[in-house]
């Protein structure tokens, strides 16, 4: 004699497939952009000037760092 367990799920599934893993994918997928989204922001945020400094201290003429920060 056996015994049958059966699970009951909430929500639409598909036979074969497992809804928790496609939306705890998504969510992972979800997650990871946002936090890398965040860390581009403050990187171009706080790179952007150093950046274009150091471009400039290395094009030719060499520039001294006033002729660089000055607006004229």
Known sequence: ???KVVLKTKGKSTKGSK???DKSTSKILK?????TMKK???ITHYGFIPLV???GMNSE???SIS???SPI
């Open 1 to 3: 004699m056996s015994s």
């Open 19 to 21: 809804p928790s893993d």
């Open 31 to 35: 997650e990871w952009s946002t936090w």
């Open 40 to 42: 581009a922001k403050v």
């Open 53 to 55: 400094i150091f471009i």
């Open 61 to 63: 003429p060499k520039p």
């Open 67 to 69: 002729q660089l920060l």
